[in-house]
C-alpha cells in the first residue's frame, strides 16, 4: 500500500504548507479568521469585503436561478460570460480576443492558477520565478505540480524588486514566471521597468508568464497595465483574473484565463478534471458586472484608496511604519517600533492586546528568508469606514 503522506506531503513541507509529520496546516487566512471568530476581534486579516457589491449583479444571480441556470454550464463558461470577459479586455486594455478560443472560466482565480501551472509544468527541473513574499496558493501548487519554487524578494518599503536578482533568477529551466500585480501581500503596483524586464527574460529564456490581476481594478495611482500588452507579451503570456474583489463576490468563485488558444486549450484540458465547471447562475451575473459602467469601476478604486488611507493614518497613529500601498486590499505595516520581533506572535496577540486581527507576512514567505519578513503585518482595508474607524481606535488606545 502506498504511504501517507505522499509525495506532495513532502514536497509541501519543504515549503511549510505541511507538518514533517505531513499534518495538513489551515491556511493563515483560515486560522486568523477563527481566531476573530474566537476573540470577537474586528478582521483585518483574510481579505474579503465586509459590504455587498453592486446591486445589479446581486440581482442578475436572483434573476439566472430563477430562470433555471442551475445545471452544468459548458466547460469554457457560458457564451455570455466568455463575450463579456473579451469585451472587458479590449474596453479596459486595448486587448482582442476571441471568445471562443482565448478565454476559459474557472472557479476563481486560485483554479486558473492551479490548473495553468499544472499544464504548463513538465516535471522536478522545471523552475516556477515569484515574486516573494508571495500569496500561498503559489508555493502549495508549484510543489502539488513538482516543479521547483524560486523566489525574487520584494523589500521593504516600496517592494518593488531588484532588476538584477530578478534577471539572476530566471535562466533556461524557468518553465513560467509568475506575476501577481497589483500584489498580495505588499499592495505594491510594478513598475512600466519590472513589468518590460519580466517580458524581456521570458522571452530571452523561452518562458510562460503568467500573470495574477484579481486586483486589476484596485489601483490607486496609474490605471492597472496588464503585462500582456506589452510588445512582445502576448503569444507567451496567460492573464487571470477573477470576478471576487472588483464585485465584493468573493465566494462565488468565479475566474477567467485569457491568453492564446493552445495555451488556454492546455488548462482547459487540467480543468476539466479540477471542478469540470462551478457557479452557472454567477457566471452571468458577473458578465452583468464586467459590462457595469466606467462610474462603477472608478467607483470602487476611489473608495479603497479612501478606506487605505484611513486605515493608513490609524496604523500610523498606533505607532506602526506604514508602507503606502498603490493597489490591491491591503496594507503592510512594521510593528517594530511596538516591540515586534516575530510577526506570528505578534499577530498570534493583536487580539488579546487591541481586538484586532491581522496576518504577518511570514505566511507568505518560504523559510530560508521568514526572517526578512519577522517584524511585518498585513491588514485588510477593504471593511466598512466604521469598522476600520474602530480598528484604528482599538489600535491606538492599546499603543
Ligand atoms: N490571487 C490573489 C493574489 C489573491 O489575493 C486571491 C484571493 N484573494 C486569489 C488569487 C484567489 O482568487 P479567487 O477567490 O478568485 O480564487
Ligand atoms: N485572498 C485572500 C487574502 O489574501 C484570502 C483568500 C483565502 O482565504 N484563501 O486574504
Redesign the pocket.
Known sequence: MRQIPGAWHRTAAGAGLVGSDGSIHPTIFAEMSALAAETGAINLGQ?FPDEDGPPEVLEAAREAIARGANQYPPGRGIPDLLSAVAEHQERFYGVRLDPAREVLVTA????A?AATLLALIDGPDDEVVVFEPF?D?YAAVVALAGARLVTVPLRWPDFQPDLEELARAVGDRTRVILV?DPH?PTGAVFTSEVREEVVRLADRHDAIIVT?E??EHLTFDEPHVPIATLPGAAERTLTIS?G??TFST?GW?I?WVTGPAELVSAVLAVKQFLTYVNGSAFQPAIATGLRLGDGFFLGVADALRAKRDLLGTGLRAAGFEVSVPAGSYFTVADARALGATDAAAFCRELPGRAGVVAIPLTAFTTAERRSEYATLVRFAACKRVDVLREAASRLADAH
Open positions: 481579505g476563481g482565480a486560485t483554479e492558477l500569496y496558493s501577481n498580495n495574477d484579481v486586483y477573477s471576487g474583489k468573493t468563485k475566474g
